[in-house]
């Protein structure tokens, strides 16, 4: 069964610092890797994906991917409290089906 | 159209009544997924729609529940003889192709409550 782990949390910083959210995979046929952020009571709003192993940054975001230790992070720099939310990663593997992590929730406190 | 679109944003239905929900995807996206998300909870795979292919049902929780599309346009998720714990958000989501690099655009959702 492909699984999706991640810390559920809360996990706080206060404003200004890197926020570390991550997330371990278990199946190794992934392909493609998202982060969403989903605010209370919204839907899932997609932030980045990553596909190849290494780091992609996207303003002040950076996505983190490591196939061989089947881990991808998301760094949120210089966290603001507009950033307080629940993370989501999520996976694609051969099925077409994306598995969604249960999420993460961030607090960012000024 | 822009986004992903669903109907209606919330419902109250009695127990043992039938629910219809319906999602219109975005324009040229020929992926179409439901999920369902219980309070607090993660995102549950309910059933997935790939352009005029025959649809993974594999995430169906029992056979009160159906969906159809037809083509790469509306869908429609049936819940019959609905029950309490059928309470949850369900969200659409829809995606360019297949396997994508893109990512999946998420509808707001229906909040269903089963009373």
């Known amino acids: 069964q492909k699984e999706v782990e991640q810390n559920s949390g809360p996990l706080s910083v206060p404003e200004g610092a890197i926020a570390s959210l991550n997330c371990t995979y278990s199946?190794?046929?992934?392909?493609?890797f998202f982060w969403y952020r989903q605010y209370s009571g919204k839907s899932p709003e997609l932030i980045m994906f990553i596909y190849s192993n290494g780091d992609k940054e996207d303003g002040r975001f950076t996505a983190q991917l490591n196939k061989a230790s089947q881990y991808v992070s998301l760094l949120i720099r210089d966290s603001q409290p507009s950033d307080s939310a629940t993370y989501l990663c999520?996976?694609?593997?051969?099925?077409?089906?994306?598995?969604f992590g249960r999420g993460t929730s961030l607090i960012v406190h000024p | 159209g822009a986004g992903v679109s669903q109907s209606p944003s919330n419902k109250v239905t009695e127990k043992g009544k039938d629910v219809e929900l319906r999602c219109d995807p975005i324009?040229?996206?020929?992926?179409l997924y439901w999920y369902r998300q219980r309070l607090g909870q993660g995102l549950e795979f309910l059933i997935y729609f790939q352009g005029n292919s025959a649809p993974d049902k594999s995430g169906l929780p029992s056979d009160r529940f159906s969906a159809e599309r037809t083509g790469e346009s509306v869908s429609t998720l049936t819940i019959q003889r609905t029950q309490q714990e059928d309470s949850a958000v369900y969200l659409c989501?829809?995606?360019?192709?297949?396997?994508?690099?893109?990512?999946?655009?998420f509808g707001s959702g229906t909040r269903l409550t089963v009373v």
């Open positions: 199946d190794r046929g992934s392909q493609s």
């Open positions: 999520a996976f694609l593997g051969g099925s077409y089906i994306p598995t």
């Open positions: 324009s040229g996206h020929t992926a």
């Open positions: 989501a829809s995606s360019f192709g297949q396997a994508s690099n893109y990512g999946y655009t």
